[in-house]
């Protein structure tokens, strides 16, 4: 098994400048293990609030405390500058997001946390072929964690990245003490999930077919925030550090977030990767033209665009754009809205000195796959749906 994983690291490794690389089954999986490593339960983390509600319990299982930022709403990336001095020094680290591939300023978030003695970990999920500052992104923190499940397609797999290789078997024996044996039921799933998601979309299956992909794990939210369950979730938090009473949640939409991989996910994954630069090109491709319609925003303009996993367009109407594209059989998918704070409150977590950025980011941005830009800009245009306009935002008019 060790050299299995060994295939899939060394490219990655290649990708991020020799940066060591640690397979782990999932993105969330590898994000719990760094936070552990890194940061003392009880300290506080400061993450941006338009994020998966998962990475959201990933830190509370690790005894942390998140603190959400203030985001530019042209792109939902992390605006460092206007975090307060109080909220700064009261961080034992900070956590980017790069939100669908767009980068967080990991140089800026860099100098801070030395300043500070903080670690910085970047979420790289929706970045494999971002960069920032010159840099890919994933390289400016002491770890950062990249998901297969994105670009790569292939549902399952992730990595680990470290700035200090002398750390990797320590991570590795962390990893395989929390690892799960794998079950035939969950290489089955894995093998059958990319046919069965296709189906509910092009054949819009019944409310009983998809209670049978809920039973596998591969659709479990009715609506874009699973349910937080306060109580439950106030009876879990002085078990952490701990992933087993936040399992409920942390297992959302990923059953086998920490199962050991079977030989069957590890050849899929393998082949997928293999073919990452073409999907990159495409991703790429896709992105200038969405950025450049009337939907696009003014974050990035006259720089090369970015692969990224989707484009957050900017409409005035996100409901209405979601329908548009159903009605062409285009599903919208990783939609964050509420933000974190709004979702979970000041019982769980402190809220941005800036809530409003972020509401009006969430709700306006119509998250788009870069490859389908063909086909989503006419949807939108043929059913009106407006542009949002940033001087609206605030602190959007840059």
């Given at each position: 098994m060790v050299s299995a994983?060994?295939?899939?690291?060394?490219?990655?490794?290649?990708?991020?400048?020799?940066?060591?690389?640690l397979y782990v089954p999932s993105c969330r999986f590898g994000l719990y293990l760094a936070l552990r490593h890194w940061c003392e339960p009880g300290g506080r983390v400061l993450m941006s609030p338009v994020n998966d509600d998962v990475i959201f319990f990933v830190v509370l299982a690790a005894g942390l405390r998140p603190v959400q930022a203030p985001l530019d709403p042209r792109d939902g990336s992390v605006d460092a500058a206007a975090v307060p001095t109080s909220v700064w020094s009261g961080l034992s680290a900070v956590l980017t997001t790069n939100l669908?591939?767009?980068?967080?300023p990991a140089p800026e978030l860099r100098k801070r946390?030395?300043?500070?003695?903080?670690?910085?970990?970047e979420d790289a999920a929706h970045a494999i072929g971002s960069t920032v500052g010159g840099r890919p992104v994933g390289t400016y923190g002491e770890a950062s964690v990249f998901s297969l499940s994105k670009h790569v397609h292939a549902k399952t797999g992730g990595f680990l990245a470290l700035a200090d290789p002398a750390l990797r078997d320590e991570l590795a024996a962390a990893r395989d003490a929390l690892l799960r044996p794998t079950r035939p039921t969950a290489e089955l799933a894995h093998l059958i999930r990319p046919y069965a998601e296709a189906a509910v979309r092009g054949l819009r299956l019944t409310g009983a077919a998809r209670a049978a992909l809920r039973t596998l794990g591969l659709e479990e939210r009715e609506e874009i925030r699973m349910p937080l369950r306060p109580d439950a979730l106030e009876?879990?938090?002085?078990?952490?550090?701990?992933?087993?009473?936040?399992?409920?949640?942390?297992?959302?939409?990923m059953h086998a977030y920490?199962?050991?991989?079977?030989?069957?996910?590890?050849?899929?994954?393998g082949r997928r990767l293999a073919r990452l630069d073409g999907v990159l090109a495409a991703h790429r491709a896709g992105t200038a033209r969405l950025l450049a319609s009337e939907y696009g925003s003014a974050a990035g303009a006259g720089?090369?665009?970015q692969p990224l996993f989707r484009v957050p367009l900017l409409v005035e109407d996100r409901d209405a754009a979601v329908a548009a594209l159903a009605r062409r059989r285009i599903t919208t998918g990783y939609?964050?809205?509420?933000p974190l704070d709004a979702y979970a409150g000041e019982r769980f977590t402190d809220p941005s000195p800036a809530p409003e950025r972020a509401a009006w980011f969430a709700r306006h941005a119509l998250p788009v796959d870069p490859r389908r830009a063909d086909e989503v800009l006419p949807a939108l245009r043929t059913a009106g749906i407006r542009p949002a306009h940033l001087s609206t935002a605030p602190g959007g008019a840059r």
């Open positions: 994983y060994a295939e899939l690291e060394e490219p990655m490794r290649g990708r991020l400048g020799g940066r060591e690389c669908y591939g767009n980068p967080d946390c030395d300043r500070l003695g903080i670690p910085l970990i009876r879990a938090l002085p078990a952490a550090p701990a992933l087993e009473p936040f399992h409920p949640w942390i297992r959302v939409d920490r199962l050991r991989p079977g030989p069957a996910k590890l050849r899929r994954t720089a090369e665009a939609l964050y809205d509420p």
